[in-house]
């Protein structure tokens, strides 16, 4: 079956220091992958994509994710973190593309000051 | 552009009631997708179109009813309402078969009692 598995609920970090989300896939065909990000009350708003090209994608609000294809991982990673990143965060995969996304359970970012 | 638009943004419902969850989008998007999110489950998808007058079922369809008869519009049909359709739920659009990622509204808070 096709899957998505974000390993942690909860990470907690402190303001300042580097962030990673975890992210690994099980899917069939060159996967394509996204990361949203939920705050409270709201809707999903995204974050960034790999489609091809570039291991190391970098998208909104400081973010970037890389794919790592032997390892089937799309880790978030963010350099240093903002009180204001803390948020729900679900990672996503459409199998080759063309398909509907399957997504992660999510992981609850905490940032603590 | 408004995006994609939810109504209503929080309803409460009595077991066996019926309902309609409203999703509009204004950016010619021919491909929709009504989804769940229960907590710690992420987002299991519910129904999905790929254009006007074709629907098709995802993951949880069952107890749910939608239709397309407009690229515009996609509600969501709750027939008898249980207290297992409690939930929030996300409409989501994309343009095309190829699947660059996902607009969402805002969501729906359900909850029934």
């Known amino acids: 079956a096709q899957s998505v598995a974000q390993p942690e609920d909860q990470v907690n970090v402190a303001e300042g220091n580097p962030l990673t989300v975890k992210c690994t896939y099980s899917v069939s065909g060159n996967p394509y992958l996204f990361w949203y990000v939920q705050y409270p009350n709201r809707g999903l708003q995204f974050l960034l994509k790999y489609i091809t090209g570039d291991n190391l994608v970098k998208g909104s609000y400081g973010f970037e994710a890389e794919f790592n294809k032997s390892q089937t991982s799309f880790h978030l990673k963010k350099p240093s973190a903002l009180v204001s990143d803390s948020a729900l965060y679900f990672c996503a995969v459409s199998p080759g593309g063309y398909n509907k996304l399957i997504f992660g359970a999510g992981t609850r970012l905490a940032v603590h000051p | 552009n408004a995006g994609v638009t939810q109504t209503p943004k929080f309803r409460i419902l009595k077991i066996g009631q019926s309902m309609t969850l409203q999703c509009t989008q204004d950016m010619n998007h021919n491909y929709m997708y009504w989804y769940r999110q229960d907590p710690g489950m992420g987002l299991k998808l519910i129904y999905y179109?790929?254009?006007?007058?074709?629907?098709d079922k995802g993951e949880v369809p069952n107890g749910y009813n939608v239709s397309r008869s407009t690229t515009e519009d996609f509600p969501l049909r709750l027939e008898l309402a249980a207290p297992s359709q409690t939930s929030v739920y996300f409409c989501?659009?994309?343009?095309?078969?190829?699947?660059?990622?996902?607009?969402f509204g805002s969501g729906t808070r359900l909850t029934v009692v």
């Open positions: 179109s790929v254009g006007a007058g074709i629907t």
């Open positions: 989501a659009s994309t343009p095309g078969r190829v699947n660059y990622g996902y607009t």
